[in-house]
């Protein structure tokens, strides 16, 4: 008759509340900071489009309209109109990335200290990496 070896029991870490406190605050920090990320990409494609938008624009002649599309409408305006619009519609966007940037920095910072944190407790024993997309 054979045995079955025992398998070694490892000393798992206790986790305090504090502990958890942290790992639930660097997931809830992480998921904003992904999702802030995010946000900058989609503006700046929206910003792109807007540039793309203005040069069209500019190669248009003078006399007739334009369509704008604002929201699901389409509305005509002059090219002058237009230009206007779209120069605010940059700002606001180009607002909105430099808003989004800097709370990106904050986060990135928090989740620096608390990688250092919980990486000193537990080791290799937690996993704080981002994981690749394929």
Known sequence: MTTIPKAKVSDEMKITHEDQKMINAFANKNAK??????????????LQNLEDAGDELMMCDDTGSVPVQIGEVFLRMTPDDAQVYIDQQKEEIESEISKCD?????Y???LKNLKVKLYAKFG??????????S
């Open 124 to 133: 290799n024993n937690i996993n704080l990496e981002e994981e690749e997309e």
């Open 33 to 46: 900071h992904n999702e802030l990320k995010n946000t900058v990409e989609k503006n700046k494609k929206a």
């Open 108 to 110: 990135t910072q928090e």
């Open 102 to 106: 800097k709370q990106i920095a904050n």
